[in-house]
């Protein structure tokens, strides 16, 4: 099957500070990744998706200055949370379709635990 | 738009027993259905999916679904529940672009 990781699994920061988050395609080239936040015991709520080389596109109420996503390559995209506050505290997750995956199929990465003090 | 509703955000069912999770979804175009599961602090796993062809698909770990478009549902089951089936299940609808839009989800307990 097709694998995504995410890097770093959980990460714990100060109120201010900017947080990177990594999203791979081990074995399969991503032109699409979707980036995903899920607050405890909810659903996956959709923040937004990217294509490889170009501007991702942001759901309606999701603020682009402060969640910066980047799709340099085929395999990569990161997503930023710039200045973090508590209220930025959930898990993230992470999703790519490609050819290889059939675009109507999304593989999702394992999550990352975004703690803001 | 596409809208997915799970019914019961919490499901418990003894070791053994039939599980049922059911789904319904609402969407303009014929759906992508799909079904995942999430174990505590895990990403998604994809148990099962329906594009075109056989209305009853069947996926990993012994789940299967049937599509059911005059009642817009798509409901998982499984025979026999085993304790390693607890986890939080969600059911999602593609409209054949990009995106994917995701129910609340139900929680699975299994009794011993």
């Known amino acids: 099957g097709a694998v995504v990781s995410q890097h770093p699994s959980w990460v714990i920061c100060k109120s201010g500070t900017s947080v990177k988050i990594e999203c791979r395609s081990l074995?399969?080239?991503?032109?699409?990744m979707f980036w995903y936040r899920q607050f405890p015991k909810q659903s996956l709520m959709l923040m937004a998706t990217?294509?490889?080389?170009?501007?991702?596109?942001?759901e309606q109420g999701v603020e682009k200055d402060k969640f910066l996503i980047n799709h340099a390559s085929l395999t990569l995209s990161t997503l930023t949370v710039t200045s973090a506050h508590p209220e930025d505290s959930s898990f993230y997750i992470c999703?790519?379709?490609?050819?290889?995956?059939?675009?109507?199929?999304?593989?999702f990465g394992p999550g990352t635990r975004l703690t803001v003090l | 738009a596409q809208s997915v509703t799970q019914l019961g955000s919490h499901v418990s069912v003894s070791e053994g027993a039939l599980v049922l999770l059911r789904c319904n979804y609402s969407?303009?175009?014929?759906?992508?259905l799909f079904w995942y599961v999430q174990y505590p602090n895990q990403g998604l796993q994809l148990l099962l999916k329906?594009?075109?062809?056989?209305?009853l698909v069947k996926g990993i770990n012994g789940f299967e679904a049937e599509f059911k478009k005059s009642e817009t549902s798509f409901h998982l089951t499984k025979p026999s529940a085993h304790m390693s089936d607890a986890a939080e299940y969600f059911c999602?609808?593609?409209?054949?672009?990009?995106?994917?839009?995701f129910g609340k989800g139900t929680r699975l307990h299994i009794l011993p």
């Open positions: 990217s294509n490889e080389g170009s501007k991702a596109t942001y």
């Open positions: 969407s303009s175009v014929p759906p992508y």
């Open positions: 999703s790519a379709s490609g050819a290889r995956t059939g675009y109507n199929e999304q593989f």
């Open positions: 999602a609808v593609s409209d054949r672009d990009d995106k994917i839009i």
């Open positions: 329906y594009t075109t062809g056989a209305t």
């Open positions: 074995d399969f080239q991503a032109t699409t």
